[in-house]
C-alpha cells in the first residue's frame, strides 16, 4: 500500500506518527444553573487532566443549557463574568472548548462556543446559523455571528461550527477553504424520530452530513453532542470522530453521559490529501464569480413574482 | 402485535398498479406499513426521561392509574425499569359497572410488573354525586368518573411523594379521546408521543402480556364500550392517517388521492382542530407587559 510506504518514508526523514488524545465531555448541563455547570465542566476537566488529555471539547451552551427561553439574559457570560474566566484559566496545560451565552457589549446576545489553551481565549465562535422552526426558537433569543474563520492552536488549525451550522454546507465549505485540518461539531441535538433507517431521523442526518464532509473536506470532524433532558427533549449524545476519509475513529453511546476519550492519528489529514486532492483542485474564483451572479440576479428578479410584468404598460 | 395482525388478515398485498401515480401512492402506502420502530433506542429514552424528570423534582417516586389497558401497561413497565418497582403505585379505581376483565387485567399488570398497588373503589362518591342528578348522560358520568381518579392519583401523589405519570397516547391526544381535567392530567406523561399502534409494538417488545396488546382497546366508562366502535373507525386505520397528515405533513387532497375516504379525512380534521382546547393551557387575558403563559416564557425544567 503507499500509504504505508509513505508512512515509513516520513518516520525515516524525522516525520514520525502523531497522536492527539481527545476527551468529549458528553453531559447533561442543568438547565439554566451556570454554577452547577462550572462545577460540572471543571469536575470532567479534572478527570480529562488525570487522563492526559490534549484537547477537551463539550457541547453546545454546555455552561448554560439548551431550551433558555426569558433565561437567556440570567445566564449570559461577559468579558469580565467570573464563570467564563474560570473556564479559561483552567485551560492551562491542554486545549478546551465549551459552548456558553455571550452578552457583547452593546447587549446582544450570542450562541457561542470558546476555544482556549493554556490559560487563553484563542477563538469564539457564534452561531451563525439559529435554528428557528419547529421547536428551535433561537432566532428570537440570539443575534446570529458574522464570521465563519479557521483559527491555529498548538495542536493544528480547527474550526468550529454549532449545532445548525453544519446543515449548511456553505459553513464547511469556508472553514476548508480557510484551512481547517479539524471541524469541532458542538451541539446540544434532540432526538427527532425513533424508526429504524428513518429517513427523516435526524441522528441520521448527522451521520451522513459528518461523514461526508470528513470525505469530501479531508478533514477531522469532531460531533460533540450533549445528553439529558429539558422540558420533554430528549439530547441524543453519540458523540463521534471521523477521519479524514470518512472512517469512523470513534463513537460514544447514545444517551449516556461521561468522558469518552479516543486518540487521533494527526496524520492522516495529510495522507488523505494526498490521494485525494479535491482540496488543490478546488477552485474559489469559479465558486465566487457564480455567488456573485447568482446574487446580482436575485436583485434584478424583483421584490416578487406576483407583480404582473405587464400591468406598469 | 394488533398492526401485524391487520397486516397478516390483509394479506394478499395489492398488485402494484401499472400507471406511475398509481405505482408511487402504492409505495407510499407500503413504506408506512415497512416501518419499524427502533423499540431499542425508544425504551431506553422513555425510561432514562422518567428517571431524570422524577428525580430532578427531587422525587424518586412515581404513581399511575392502572386500568388493565395496555397505555397504563406499558408506562407500569416504563416506571418499574427507571425506578425499581418498589418506587412505583399502580393505583386500580374500578366503578361498579366496570368490566371484571379489566380489574383482572389491571392485576395482571402489577403481578407482571412487581409494582405497588392500591386498590379504590369509585362508587361510592360517584353514586353520591349523581344520587342530586339522576338525569346525567353516560358521558357525564364517565368524565366525572375520569376526574374522580384523577384527583386520587393527586391525593395519593402527596401523600406519596410520587410523580404523577400520564398515560394517553398520541392518537387519543390528537382526536381529543380523554377527559381534560381527568386521565388527560398528569405531571409528565412518556407515551404522549406515541400512537397507539406504536403503544402496542413497544408494549409487545417489553414484554407486556399478549392478552392485554392484543384486547380491543376500551375507556371502559359504560357497558360494552370500545374505542374503534365509538370512533368508528380502527386505530391501524386512523394512525397511518395521522402519520401521513400530521408527521409527514400532506394536505387534504394529497391524503385523498393516497387512498383515504374524504369523509375519513374531514373527520380526522375536525376531531384534531375541536380538541385543540384540550392540548393546552387556559387561555389568560393579556393586560400587562409581561403575562404568564404570552411573554413570560422560562422552561419547566428551570434550573432542574
Known amino acids: 500500500m503507499t500509504t504505508k510506504t509513505a508512512t515509513a518514508m516520513e518516520s525515516a526523514a524525522g516525520q514520525g506518527l502523531r497522536s492527539l488524545r481527545l476527551g468529549l465531555g458528553q453531559i447533561a448541563p442543568k438547565l439554566g444553573d451556570v454554577q452547577a455547570n462550572l462545577e460540572l465542566h471543571l469536575e470532567t476537566l479534572e478527570r480529562a487532566r488525570t487522563q492526559k488529555t490534549e484537547m477537551l471539547l463539550f457541547p453546545e451552551l454546555s455552561l448554560a443549557g439548551y431550551q433558555l427561553r426569558d433565561l437567556v439574559p440570567d445566564v449570559a457570560q461577559d468579558r469580565r463574568s467570573p464563570e467564563l474566566l474560570r473556564l479559561v484559566r483552567e485551560s492551562r496545560g491542554l486545549c478546551l472548548g465549551f459552548g456558553f451565552v455571550e452578552e457583547a457589549a452593546d447587549h446582544r446576545f450570542f450562541n457561542s462556543y470558546a476555544f482556549c489553551q493554556d490559560g487563553r481565549l484563542v477563538h469564539v465562535h457564534r452561531k451563525a446559523y439559529l435554528p428557528t422552526y419547529g421547536l428551535f426558537e433561537e432566532g428570537r433569543l440570539y443575534a446570529a455571528g458574522e464570521h465563519i474563520r479557521a483559527f491555529d492552536t498548538r495542536l493544528g488549525r480547527l474550526g468550529v461550527v454549532l449545532c445548525e451550522d453544519l446543515w449548511h454546507p456553505s459553513v464547511l465549505y469556508v472553514l476548508s477553504q480557510d484551512g481547517a485540518d479539524l471541524v469541532v461539531a458542538a451541539a446540544a441535538s434532540p432526538l427527532r424520530g425513533a424508526d429504524v433507517g428513518e429517513e427523516h431521523s435526524n441522528v441520521d442526518v448527522w451521520a451522513t452530513a459528518l461523514k461526508m464532509y470528513s470525505q469530501l473536506f479531508g478533514c477531522f470532524m469532531v460531533l460533540v453532542n450533549r445528553v439529558g433532558f429539558e422540558d420533554g427533549l430528549s439530547f441524543w449524545g453519540g458523540s463521534r470522530v471521523l477521519a479524514p476519509g470518512g472512517r469512523s475513529c470513534f463513537e460514544a453511546p447514545l444517551l449516556e453521559a461521561g468522558l469518552f476519550t479516543c486518540e487521533l492519528d494527526w496524520n492522516e489529514v495529510r495522507r488523505t490529501r494526498v490521494s485525494d486532492p479535491t482540496l488543490r483542485s478546488e477552485r474559489l474564483e469559479l465558486t465566487l464569480a457564480e455567488l456573485h451572479r447568482i446574487r446580482r440576479e436575485r436583485r434584478q428578479a424583483g421584490p416578487s413574482e406576483l407583480v404582473d410584468p405587464e400591468a406598469e404598460r | ?304
Not at chain 2, 402485535?1 to 394479506?11: I, R, T, V, W
Not at chain 2, 381535567?181 to 412518556?190: C, E, R, T, V
Open chain 2, 1 to 304: 402485535m394488533k398492526s401485524a395482525q391487520a397486516a397478516a388478515k390483509g394479506g394478499q398485498e395489492p398488485l402494484v398498479p401499472a400507471d406511475a401515480h398509481g405505482a408511487m401512492v402504492h409505495r407510499l402506502r407500503r413504506g408506512y406499513r415497512q416501518r419499524r420502530l427502533d423499540v431499542d433506542l425508544l425504551r431506553k429514552v422513555l425510561v432514562a426521561f422518567i428517571h431524570e424528570e422524577v428525580h430532578k423534582v427531587g422525587m424518586r417516586r412515581a404513581v399511575l392509574g392502572v386500568s388493565g389497558g395496555v397505555d397504563s401497561a406499558l408506562v407500569a413497565t416504563l416506571a418499574a425499569e427507571a425506578l425499581s418497582p418498589e418506587e412505583v403505585c399502580g393505583i386500580l379505581m374500578p366503578y361498579r359497572t366496570s368490566n371484571p376483565r379489566s380489574s383482572a387485567d389491571a392485576e395482571t399488570v402489577v403481578r407482571h410488573t412487581g409494582i405497588r398497588s392500591l386498590r379504590l373503589d369509585i362508587s361510592a362518591q360517584i353514586d353520591a354525586y349523581f344520587a342530586g342528578h339522576p338525569d346525567a348522560t353516560a358521558l357525564q358520568r364517565g368524565n366525572k368518573m375520569a376526574r374522580e381518579r384523577m384527583s386520587i392519583l393527586y391525593d395519593r401523589s402527596a401523600a406519596l411523594g410520587a410523580l404523577v405519570l400520564g398515560t394517553s397516547n398520541k392518537t387519543e391526544l390528537f382526536l381529543g379521546y380523554g377527559t381534560i381535567h381527568g386521565d388527560l392530567a398528569s405531571a409528565i406523561n412518556p407515551i404522549g408521543d406515541l400512537y397507539k399502534t406504536q403503544v402496542w409494538a413497544l408494549a409487545a417488545a417489553m414484554g407486556v402480556p399478549a392478552a392485554i396488546v392484543d384486547k380491543h382497546p376500551t375507556a371502559d366508562l359504560w357497558e360494552g364500550q370500545t374505542d374503534e366502535s365509538e370512533l368508528g373507525f380502527t386505530y391501524d386505520e386512523v394512525d397511518e392517517l395521522l402519520h401521513f397528515m400530521v408527521e409527514r405533513r400532506y394536505r387534504h387532497t394529497e391524503l385523498v388521492e393516497l387512498g383515504f375516504a374524504p369523509a375519513f379525512v374531514t373527520r380526522v380534521e375536525e376531531l384534531v382542530t375541536r380538541s385543540q382546547y384540550k392540548r393546552r393551557m387556559p387561555l389568560i387575558a393579556k393586560v400587562s407587559g409581561r403575562s404568564i403563559t404570552h411573554d413570560f416564557r422560562y422552561p419547566r425544567d428551570w434550573k432542574r
